[in-house]
């Protein structure tokens, strides 16, 4: 079955660095894309970056775009997302989900983690 | 960037019911949304996809439908497991949006 499972996440001050991982299990990791979104407290889904199957290709949401870099390494099935000068506004559970683009469908994100908390603090 | 807004933000209904959320874009994403259904401290799950598709293992009480920038999500009779926030999500170009969110509370 598949899983994705969130670690990295804490609390952190303001202006530091962290870096989210995702392990995948259960499937191929190398044939799918993937998309990190987060969810601050009490607020709905923001899309934060994507990773197109095998990396060639990143895109960002315009309030991480050059703060974040999202990454992944298929020989370990591991999808990372390196966050510097963190803001309080980056407060959030940040999702890791698996893109179920295929040729003739569009993307979605069929398979998501739990979670990982990361809190922005002083 | 696309909006996708909502609504209602917020419903009440009781088990049987019939219930309808729509989602409104800000301009033609042809059939490339999907919905969502987050339950509280919970990861969200597919429901739909590319706007009537039931994704695998999701019970035939959901349904979706489009018409032109219009989508709707139906739920021909609530059951007790469907009281949750429900989400849009557009993918036709990026950055990729969601709309803020219906939650559905038991009446």
């Known amino acids: 079955q598949v899983q994705l499972v969130e670690s990295g996440g804490g609390v952190v001050q303001p202006g530091r660095s962290l870096r989210l991982s995702c392990e995948a299990s259960g499937y191929t990791f190398s044939r799918h894309g993937m998309h990190w979104v987060r969810q601050g407290p009490g607020k709905g889904l923001e899309w934060v970056a994507a990773?197109?199957?095998?990396?060639?290709?990143?895109d960002y949401g315009d309030s991480v775009r050059g703060r974040f870099t999202i990454s992944r390494d298929n020989s370990k099935n591991t999808l990372y997302l390196q966050m510097t000068s963190l803001r309080v506004e980056d407060t959030a559970v940040y999702y890791c989900?698996?893109?179920?683009?295929?040729?003739?469908?569009?993307?979605?994100?069929?398979?998501w983690g739990l979670g990982t908390l990361v809190t922005v603090s002083s | 960037d696309i909006q996708m807004t909502q609504s209602p933000s917020s419903l009440s209904a009781s088990v049987g019911d019939r219930v309808t959320i729509t989602c409104r874009a800000s301009q033609s994403i042809r059939n490339y949304l999907n919905w969502y259904q987050q339950k509280s401290g919970k990861a969200p799950k597919l429901l739909i996809y590319?706007?009537?598709g039931l994704q695998s293992g999701v019970p035939s009480r959901f349904s979706g439908s489009a018409s032109g920038t219009d989508f709707t999500l139906t739920i021909s009779s609530l059951q007790p497991e469907d009281f949750a926030t429900y989400y849009c999500h557009q993918s036709y170009s990026a950055p990729v949006t969601f709309g803020q969110g219906t939650r559905l509370e038991i009446k």
């Open positions: 989900a698996r893109d179920n683009w295929i040729v003739g469908s569009i993307t979605s994100y069929d398979y």
């Open positions: 590319a706007a009537s």
């Open positions: 990773i197109w199957n095998d990396g060639s290709k990143t």
